[in-house]
């Protein structure tokens, strides 16, 4: 049987991924933006409009999907990697500050490095209609355990 110390230092050696779960609201995103689309082509008296605008609003937002799904971070021992549209790597000797702002509806981590850069984390985010606030509050916590544990 292993004690609390010994899960929290086999748990440290591994690299914990944090994402935004929204795989939830595509489905429902999607049907609401086919809807409207066939309503914006029945107030113009043409369905066929409405399906080709509304195929081209689909494809617009979905085309960047894999970017929004893969967004996020990776905590290590070695330190933070960020995910986006281009990877960033960080020691946690380089972080110097971890704050939670609020933006547009949203609340936000945002890592300050010691030279000044403010890099706003895509994930964990708490919104409105976060399903999960609980998960939030476990991400933004092993965050800041990881920060404080080896920023050396």
Do not use: E, N, S, W
């Given at each position: 049987m292993t004690s609390y110390i010994d899960s929290r230092l086999l748990a440290a050696t591994r690299t914990r991924k944090i994402r935004n779960d929204i795989r939830g609201e595509l489905p429902l995103s999607g049907l609401v933006l086919l809807l409207c689309s066939v309503a914006f082509?029945?107030?113009?008296?043409?369905?066929?409009?409405?399906?080709?605008?509304?195929?081209?609003?689909?494809?617009?937002?979905?085309?960047?999907?894999?970017?929004?799904?893969?967004?996020?971070a990776d905590l290590s021992p070695l330190g933070l990697e960020l995910h986006g549209l281009r990877r960033r790597r960080l020691a946690w000797a380089e972080v110097q500050l971890l704050t939670a702002e609020r933006s547009r509806g949203s609340v936000r981590v945002v890592v300050w490095t010691v030279r000044g850069e403010r890099l706003p984390l895509r994930a964990p985010t708490l919104t409105r209609w976060t399903r999960r606030r609980d998960r939030y509050v476990d991400d933004l916590r092993a965050i800041e355990w990881y920060w404080h544990t080896y920023r050396g």
């Open positions: 082509g029945l107030a113009r008296r043409d369905v066929a409009a409405g399906l080709v605008f509304g195929g081209a609003v689909l494809a617009a937002v979905c085309l960047p999907l894999p970017l929004l799904l893969r967004a996020g």
